[in-house]
């Protein structure tokens, strides 16, 4: 009698804690299988006037966990008049390993670059130059959801950059 009371003692303590397990194990596989996707709005300053800093804004897509791959458009203005659309392909790791969206990161960044005046203005614009540029920010979430990123830049034909993005992950 008393080897049937341990055994279904056992029985009811060790079948629960496999589920448990089991269920965990579950969740771990489902986020390493999870991937990222993500949109956000830009505010940028950039040294592209020749008389100071172009301010501007923009968009940026992006999808990955760990390494990111994107697109990212940002339309500048200067004080001398001076238009500059920049469309730059992006490639960003994050510092924290393979399943991070959030934290420091690193991005490379690369396209065309598109320039005009304001009095001479013409679309489409005139095809300037090739962009290429690395980029440092931090991502910080809010509700596992939104995000905030500060982020600076150097790189050509700009000299440095500065910029917030504010947006959402799905």
């Known amino acids: 009698m008393f080897r049937k009371i341990l055994l279904l003692l056992a ?3 060790f079948i629960p804690a496999a589920a448990v397990f089991a269920q965990e194990s579950e969740r771990e596989e489902a986020s390493e299988k999870k ?3 993500w949109i956000s709005l830009n505010g940028d300053g950039g040294l592209y006037g020749a008389a100071g800093f172009a301010f ?49 990161f690193i991005q490379f960044m690369g396209g065309p670059v598109f320039w005009g ?6 679309i489409p614009s005139e095809l300037g130059m090739i962009s290429a540029g ?24 700009y000299i440095a950059a500065a910029g917030v993005a504010a947006g959402v992950r799905f």
Request: glycine share 12%.
């Open 56 to 104: 501007g804004g923009g968009l940026s897509l992006g999808y990955g966990s760990g390494a990111s791959i994107g697109v990212k458009a940002v339309w500048y203005f200067s004080s001398d008049q001076l238009n500059t659309l920049e469309i730059n392909l992006i490639l960003r790791f994050y510092f924290r390993g393979s399943e991070a969206y959030s934290g420091p």
């Open 134 to 157: 690395i980029c440092f920010g931090w991502r910080f979430l809010f509700v596992d959801r939104w995000f905030v990123e500060p982020s600076v830049r150097a790189g050509f034909p």
């Open 35 to 37: 991937e990222d996707f």
């Open 11 to 13: 029985v009811c303590v």
């Open 117 to 122: 005046y304001m009095e001479n203005a013409s």
